[in-house]
Protein backbone atom coordinates (compact mmCIF):
# COMPACT_ATOMS: atom_id res chain seq x y z
CA UNK A 1 0.00 0.00 0.00
CA UNK A 2 1.35 3.72 -0.11
CA UNK A 3 0.91 3.87 3.36
CA UNK A 4 3.19 1.12 4.05
CA UNK A 5 6.14 2.43 1.11
CA UNK A 6 5.89 5.75 2.50
CA UNK A 7 6.66 4.71 5.84
CA UNK A 8 9.45 2.23 4.70
CA UNK A 9 11.26 4.97 2.66
CA UNK A 10 11.19 7.27 5.86
CA UNK A 11 12.81 4.33 7.78
CA UNK A 12 15.17 2.69 5.13
CA UNK A 13 18.40 3.30 7.18
CA UNK A 14 16.90 1.76 9.95
CA UNK A 15 14.52 -0.07 11.84
CA UNK A 16 11.30 0.79 13.31
CA UNK A 17 12.53 0.63 17.05
CA UNK A 18 15.68 2.40 16.39
CA UNK A 19 13.48 5.14 14.72
CA UNK A 20 11.28 5.41 17.63
CA UNK A 21 13.98 4.80 20.34
CA UNK A 22 15.39 8.26 18.22
CA UNK A 23 12.26 9.84 18.06
CA UNK A 24 11.81 9.78 21.83
CA UNK A 25 14.83 10.36 23.19
CA UNK A 26 15.19 13.36 20.76
CA UNK A 27 11.52 14.49 22.16
CA UNK A 28 12.52 13.98 25.90
CA UNK A 29 15.57 15.95 25.03
CA UNK A 30 13.32 18.56 23.62
CA UNK A 31 11.00 19.04 26.25
CA UNK A 32 14.00 19.51 28.95
CA UNK A 33 14.92 22.44 26.50
CA UNK A 34 11.61 24.06 26.47
CA UNK A 35 11.64 23.85 30.58
CA UNK A 36 15.03 25.31 31.26
CA UNK A 37 14.46 27.91 28.08
CA UNK A 38 11.03 28.67 30.01
CA UNK A 39 12.92 29.25 32.84
CA UNK A 40 15.95 30.98 31.28
CA UNK A 41 13.03 33.27 30.18
CA UNK A 42 12.35 34.53 34.01
CA UNK A 43 15.93 34.36 35.00
CA UNK A 44 18.42 35.32 32.17
CA UNK A 45 21.10 34.35 34.68
CA UNK A 46 20.37 30.89 34.87
CA UNK A 47 21.20 28.60 31.95
CA UNK A 48 22.63 31.32 30.08
CA UNK A 49 24.14 29.15 27.04
CA UNK A 50 22.05 25.87 28.06
CA UNK A 51 19.46 25.63 25.45
CA UNK A 52 21.52 27.41 22.79
CA UNK A 53 24.40 25.03 23.18
CA UNK A 54 21.88 22.31 23.00
CA UNK A 55 20.15 23.24 20.04
CA UNK A 56 23.49 23.52 18.19
CA UNK A 57 24.45 19.51 19.34
CA UNK A 58 21.01 18.42 18.54
CA UNK A 59 21.41 20.03 15.33
CA UNK A 60 24.87 18.05 14.82
CA UNK A 61 23.24 15.08 15.91
CA UNK A 62 20.42 15.31 13.47
CA UNK A 63 22.72 16.19 10.62
CA UNK A 64 24.68 12.90 11.66
CA UNK A 65 21.42 10.69 11.98
CA UNK A 66 19.93 11.86 9.31
CA UNK A 67 22.72 13.15 6.50
Known amino acids: TL ?36 IHGIFPFIFPTYVSSKVHHLNTVFADHVG
Not at 3 to 9: A, D, N, T, V
Not at 12 to 35: C, D, I, P
Open 3 to 38: HKRIIMKHLENTTYLRHLQFAWLTSGKLLLLVLVGL
